[in-house]
């Protein structure tokens, strides 16, 4: 049965609405008019339209923040997905973590995005929940009510090589460098940081899960769901993303069935600035992408065949009754 965590007012959340005016060379943003609440924010997350790819100026709803995150295990690299009920738009995908920027750190959405991290991926080893750690920062431990969490052993966050192009926050370029698009059918600007998570090597018997608030009545609700875990891997290999998604339980990969799914719009294809598309499909984009969908004998496949024949010779059927 799923486990509630920690329950929010969502009536404390403020954001602002954005200006933002972007050339070739880079895009600028600040914030405009008074703060919003989260219902209001979504009443504004209407279709825009944009003549220019690469020159506009326009006004958006909010400011929205996401991480690529590169996890580091086992002398693998896995990007890390999560499952999301998007009620805003009545559909299921898988996405990165991400979340909306407050109004008091729109000129720090960097610190936003590692509280995302903090509150969506939960690492979980026997002897209790992971920390982490941004350089000599700890991250905080949102369910430590609910939660263990390990005082050793934190994993450790690291910034990775950002985008080309700039992005201010009025005078202030961002550091980290964070790839920026507007999405079009949200009316928002979306900020998407590279980090890479190291998990150490201490960490034995690891599992993964992700937990996202959802609108309950008037509460914002955050439930662990052991049966769902809805945090997936994508390896990469040579830096490069392979078309195959696992989940984690006790440092045992499971492959995740890709039929019928959906990539979040931050997969989608960018013209310039902007992002047109609300989302898309799982095989289109491995096929932009001149991917290679795995083989239904795949490497992983015969190596738990393998395992299962071993644990066979090993441990002896109970003999019929």
């Known amino acids: 049965m799923p486990r509630t965590l920690i329950r929010k007012n969502p009536s404390n959340f403020k954001t602002l609405p954005l200006f933002v005016e972007a050339t070739p060379e880079g895009l600028s943003y600040q914030s405009v008019g008074r703060p919003l609440n989260f219902s ?5 997350r209407r279709p825009v339209t944009v003549a220019d790819t690469e020159r506009f100026s326009l006004e958006l709803a909010n400011l929205g923040v996401s991480v690529r995150l590169t996890l580091h295990w086992q002398n ?47 690492l979980e080893t026997p002897e209790g929940w992971l920390g982490g750690r941004f350089n000599d920062t700890w991250l905080p431990a949102p369910y430590a009510s ?7 052993l934190p994993f450790r966050l690291s910034p990775l090589s950002g985008s080309a192009r700039p992005v201010r926050c009025a ?14 059918p949200t009316a928002s600007l979306q900020l998407i940081y590279d ?60 492959p995740a069935s890709t039929r019928g799914l959906f990539l979040a719009e931050s997969f989608a294809r960018q013209e310039g600035w ?45 003999a019929a009754r």
């Open 40 to 44: 209001q924010t979504l009443q504004r």
């Open 76 to 122: 693998r690299d896995y990007w890390v997905l999560v499952r999301q009920r998007r009620q805003d738009r009545g559909d299921v995908v898988l996405k990165l973590i991400s979340g909306y920027v407050p109004a008091h750190e729109l000129n720090l959405p960097l610190h936003t995005a590692i509280q995302e991290i903090a509150e969506e991926c939960l």
């Open 146 to 152: 609910a939660l263990h969490y390990r005082e050793a």
């Open 171 to 184: 005078n202030l370029q961002l550091i980290e460098r964070p790839r920026a698009y507007v999405h079009l």
């Open 195 to 254: 980090l890479r998570l190291e998990v150490p090597k201490e960490a034995k018997s690891l599992s993964l899960f992700h937990v996202d608030e959802r609108l309950e009545g008037d509460q914002l609700v955050a439930r662990l769901d052991r049966k769902r875990p809805d945090l997936y891997l994508m390896p990469l290999q040579d830096g490069h993303p392979m078309a195959e998604l696992y989940t984690l339980k006790k440092d045992q990969l499971y």
């Open 274 to 318: 902007l992002v047109r598309d609300e989302r898309i499909r799982w095989k289109d984009w491995v096929r932009q992408q001149g991917l290679n969908p795995p083989d239904k004998d795949s490497g992983l496949a015969r190596l738990r065949g393998k395992a299962k024949q071993l644990l066979k010779k090993i441990v002896p059927r109970k």
